[in-house]
């Protein structure tokens, strides 16, 4: 069992529940900043600092593990370890996950965004009340019988295609998690395991899937960003 702690944080477990129970609709894409700054790091860079918090995160959401990773790793501090990452992961289903990492930033930021078809959900670990915020949002198509109406008059030189698609916008709703300490959760989690025999949420193949992200994001920094196949850091994806 390796000690990803974030996924036995009630906030992240009620994200997890929402997507899997489809509250979101079907999701499009997902993206976590993780800034601040300070402290700089000698043992490690940005990327490793913080990344493997919300990788693990992605993979416990979606359930999968993504199929290439782009890198650009930057040290604008001019030391010997990069101070700041951004990551790309895509994934078999055609979701999209973006990782903003550094710890050179003048707001501490810890963010987790997940865009669905249906909803938005904003999970902001530094808002310990109230974490997760539910954006009724979405862009939806409108029917055809719609598209054909005298608004296109407002955008000439738009093509026809680009009517089909409306903004819609709704309530922000905050719901109440009761709170717990996710330390707490993961030491009774191991425990029981360790009883039972059952199988850990972060088990060493959780920890290993993390560990190849981050190989792969590695390898396509080096190359200016190419995309790299996850768990074969050696294959260059044209």
Known sequence: MVGHTFLYSPPVIRLRDMIVG????AIQYLYSQRL???RIRTDCN???NFAPHDISILLYL???RPIRAS???FSVLHHQLEDMAFLVLEFPSGVVGHLHDSWLDPRKIR???VVGSEKMVVYDDTELELPLRIYDKGVRQLPEALTRSTDRAFAPDQGFGEFKLQVRAGDVVAPRIEPSEPLRNEIEHFVHCARTGERPLTDGEHGRDVVQVLEAAEQSSAQSGA???IGRAD???A
Not at 22 to 25: A, C, M, Y
């Open 22 to 25: 489809k509250e979101l609709g």
């Open 36 to 38: 601040s700054l300070g």
């Open 46 to 48: 940005a990327l490793w």
């Open 62 to 64: 979606l359930g999968e």
């Open 71 to 73: 890198a650009r790793q």
């Open 111 to 113: 963010e987790f965004t």
């Open 227 to 229: 995309a790299h196949a």
């Open 235 to 237: 294959r260059v994806i």
